[in-house]
């Protein structure tokens, strides 16, 4: 027995939940505003649903060369070896948009199949916190009479996208995971969304996020934590983790986010996806109040390197409202061959020459890929930038930064803000300019360092977290490898140094611990050299499978289903 067509409320301004939201269900799912009307999910052949024993099914496609072929396959099982015949929503987005380019399937079965499984996973994992089904619907519709008609496309056309929760985006509530902007509804969308939507992509909604952005766990008191999809007791990471998540169990196939101190890299590695960190510039961040900052930007999360890649080729490019713009074009990352390692020269540094605590557990793994690179031609040394005065210049530019945006806020509604984000705008109080200053040299010369660095190699690697994910009850972990953590900052830490450095850094999965937790690798290239970084990271991934073990959707949905 399946279930029949899901039915979805949609609140005043169309800020829309996902369904199953009863009045004693988890706080996200409790409505916060009035409902307006119900509008149902028609069933189509392309949907996701659940049978009496929990299993998912989806009409999925098998891409060989040369032909595509419909099948009804089941969803691959954590653990799992990947199969020939994949999950529809798990597809990567050449194989999605191929689909739909040869009419194999609509735009308009696509995102139905996502808003299936977004029902099915989501009330258990809390990756999607916004949802507009009839507004996707109503896209995906036209998406699907332009292929009729024979327009000239673009290269996410009629693919279900997903938008930090950080990023406006017109006419969809963009809260920033604070009570202070749960009503925020924006107008427009901010560039990177622009971008993704002229590009054809499919809103659906809003990923999760820590508030304001703020952490490396991601939960607020809206609309609660995101759940690992593979131990959904454990974090998601943070703060792209909704992001990660989504992506992860197939509930949107394009994911963006945003990175000032590992927000892509450590939600990829805790969910087993890719994150890029690009260069300051490489993608333009519009609007904002620091043009001229180098520390946030914005960049494209994917379950492989290849989607991660030609996301980037959408959002990347010069704008003129953008100082730190590089004015290069995104054409570069539509298609990148896997690179012949042959010879790379690899400064490998999996505690960034002993600046970051690791666990074992993450170093166990990540020291094994010391073979595979090695195996792929690598010339590999114990080698890393020095990172000496990385931390203490963080700290400072971070928490001016927020001293500046949300002083006034912590004076109007303190109450209503987490206590973590309140030390950190106070800790901004107390800087002078000279503490300022002495950031910015510092960074400069870090700048230099990792420019010299790469002079004599081609790569730094590194993990993409310092620790497994933790207890999502947690704000960060306590202790890693017995050292205490006494902020929410001091764990992210192999993330941050990376930052001040101003380096492309790609997080991409490594492999699992022993009771199954991923794990991700950081790989760091020379300034600008983003095109060179992913194509290593395409050829590592191609030697590495662990990107294919997926989660264990049927346990997810019968989790959600009893929530």
Not at 234 to 262: F, H, K, P, R
Not at 413 to 428: A, F, M, T
Not at 458 to 465: E, Q, R
Request: charge should be negative; proline fraction near 9%; charged fraction near 20%.
């Amino acid at each position: 027995m399946s279930i029949g067509p899901t039915s979805y409320a949609i609140r005043e301004r169309d800020w829309i939940r996902y369904p199953r939201i009863i009045a004693d269900g988890p706080p996200s799912l409790r409505p916060v505003r009035p409902w307006r009307r119900i509008v149902p999910i028609p069933p189509v052949p392309a949907v996701l649903a659940c049978d009496e024993a929990g299993s998912l099914w989806a009409h999925a496609v098998r891409v060989t060369v040369g032909f595509v072929q419909g099948g009804a396959v089941s969803a691959s099982r954590g653990g799992e070896e990947p199969t020939t015949e994949d999950d529809l929503c798990l597809l990567s987005i050449r194989q999605q948009a191929a689909l739909i380019q040869s009419r194999v399937v609509s735009a308009t079965e696509l995102v139905s199949a996502h808003l299936r499984r977004i029902a099915a996973i989501n009330p258990c994992v809390n990756a999607i916190v916004t949802l507009d089904p009839e507004r996707a619907l109503a896209e995906a519709a036209a998406a699907d009479a332009a292929i009729a008609r024979g327009d000239r496309t673009g290269p996410l056309h009629g693919l279900p996208a997903a938008i930090k929760d950080t990023h406006d985006a017109a006419g969809m509530r963009t809260t920033h995971g604070s009570p202070l902007r749960a009503d925020n509804v924006p107008d427009e969308d901010e560039l990177v969304v622009a971008r993704m939507r002229a590009a054809g992509a499919i809103v659906l909604g809003k990923t999760n996020v820590p508030e304001f952005g703020m952490g490396g766990h991601t939960d607020n008191t809206l609309f609660g934590p995101t759940r690992n999809p593979y131990d959904p007791a454990l974090s998601a990471g943070g703060s792209s983790g909704g992001a990660a998540a989504a992506l992860a169990t197939g509930m949107a196939t394009v994911c963006e986010g945003s990175d000032l101190g590992g927000s892509l890299r450590n939600p990829a590695s805790f969910c087993n996806v890719v994150g890029l960190r690009p260069s300051p510039g490489r993608v333009p961040d519009i609007p904002t109040a620091f043009g001229w900052q180098p520390l946030l930007v914005n960049g494209p999360m994917g379950r492989t390197v290849d989607d991660t890649a030609l996301l980037l080729s959408v959002i990347a490019g010069p704008h003129p409202g953008s100082p730190l713009g590089l004015n290069q074009d995104p054409g570069m990352y539509t298609s990148i061959d896997p690179a012949d390692l042959r010879g790379l020269r690899v400064g490998w540094a999996p505690d960034l020459g002993g600046m970051v605590n690791v666990d074992p557990e993450v170093r166990a793994v990540i020291d094994a890929q010391i073979g595979t690179l090695l195996d792929l031609g690598c010339v590999v040394e114990e080698a890393s930038i020095d990172f000496d005065g990385a931390d203490e210049a963080f700290r400072t530019l971070r928490a001016w930064t927020l001293a500046y945006l949300l002083d006034d806020a912590i004076r109007r509604h303190r109450d209503q803000l987490k206590p973590s984000l309140i030390w950190n705008v106070e800790e901004g109080r107390w800087l002078s300019g000279r503490d300022i200053a002495a950031a910015i040299e510092t960074q400069t010369r870090l700048y230099h360092r990792a420019r010299e660095f790469f002079e004599r190699y081609d790569l730094l690697v590194a993990p993409a977290a310092s620790t497994v994910p933790f207890p999502v009850e947690l704000e960060y972990p306590p202790f890693i490898d017995d050292v205490p953590q006494t902020t929410y900052l001091d764990w992210i830490r192999v993330g941050y140094d990376i930052t001040m450095t101003g380096c492309p850094a790609l997080a991409l999965p490594a492999g699992f611990t022993p009771s199954g937790l991923p794990v991700g690798l950081q790989l760091v290239g020379p300034h600008h050299g983003e095109r060179g970084l992913l194509a290593v990271g395409k050829t590592f991934e191609q030697a590495n499978p662990a990107g294919h073990r997926r989660a264990d959707l049927p346990a997810l949905a019968r989790r959600g289903l009893s929530a």
